[in-house]
């Protein structure tokens, strides 16, 4: 089956880092997404992962580590605006016939900045 | 990154009504759309993958003849809910694949507030 888990909620300070995590089982696996969606709107793109390793992207990076099944999406130097909900999104298929292209996400996190 | 538009933002309707909503690809052309419901404080969940001149392909569970889902051309999607009822109040939010870039992302719609009376 498809299964991905990622902490319900989180909460951290301005100013501060968080690490939002991200386990993953799947059928197949084409690359990783993380998301940010702000309450009533859409999700906005924000990382994305399909070999091992960091990427960074200026106050956000991420991390992906196939052999685990895990990624986890850091942010630094916290600010107010980043409260969000931030979702894991793990694309189906491989490189040779049944890609679909379908995101299968993960319940999100609603992460909490406070002053 | 990728513009995608949908329309309208918000709707209001009684039950038994159809209700159109569409999803524009801006500033790139999407052979594939996709559409997503999202239920308040749970993740989306794919309805549909929209093929351009193809037949929709449904997830197991969502009614075909309920969401009608048309992919006319490049740039525009469209899902018609039919005979809607109340349990059918939802956000629904679509996305367009712009296989253009690197990573082959999905940019997402602003969504749409369906609420049936």
């Known amino acids: 089956g498809q299964n991905i888990d990622q902490p319900t909620e989180m909460t951290a300070t301005e100013g501060a880092i968080v690490q939002i995590n991200c386990t993953y089982q799947?059928?197949?696996?084409?690359?990783l997404f993380w998301y940010q969606q702000h309450a009533g709107e859409a999700p906005t793109f924000l990382s994305y992962?399909?070999?091992?390793g960091l990427e960074e992207k200026g106050r956000f990076s991420s991390f992906l580590s196939r052999s685990k099944g895990y990624s986890y999406l850091l942010l630094k130097e916290l600010q107010m605006k980043d409260s969000a909900s931030y979702l894991c999104?793990?694309?189906?298929?491989?490189?040779?016939?049944?890609?679909?292209?379908?995101?299968?996400f993960g319940t999100g996190t609603l992460l909490a900045v406070q002053p | 990154g990728a513009v995608v538009s949908q329309h309208p933002s918000r709707v209001i309707c009684k039950s038994g009504t159809s209700v159109k909503i569409e999803c524009r690809s801006l500033d790139f052309q999407a052979t594939t759309m996709f559409w997503y419901r999202q239920f308040p404080k749970q993740s989306l969940m794919l309805m549909a993958t929209?093929?351009?001149?193809?037949?929709?392909?449904?997830e197991q569970g969502v009614e075909k003849d309920k969401f009608l889902i048309n992919h006319a051309s490049l740039t525009l999607s469209t899902l018609t809910v039919t005979s809607a009822h109340p349990e059918d109040s939802s956000f629904y939010i679509c996305?367009?694949?712009?296989?253009?870039?690197?990573?082959?992302?999905?940019?997402f719609g602003p969504g749409t507030r369906l609420t049936v009376l």
């Open positions: 929209s093929n351009e001149g193809s037949k929709a392909t449904y």
């Open positions: 996305s367009a694949r712009d296989k253009t870039t690197s990573t082959d992302t999905q940019y």
């Open positions: 799947t059928s197949g696996f084409n690359g």
């Open positions: 999104a793990v694309r189906d298929g491989g490189f040779y016939g049944g890609a679909t292209n379908k995101l299968i």
């Open positions: 992962n399909v070999l091992d």
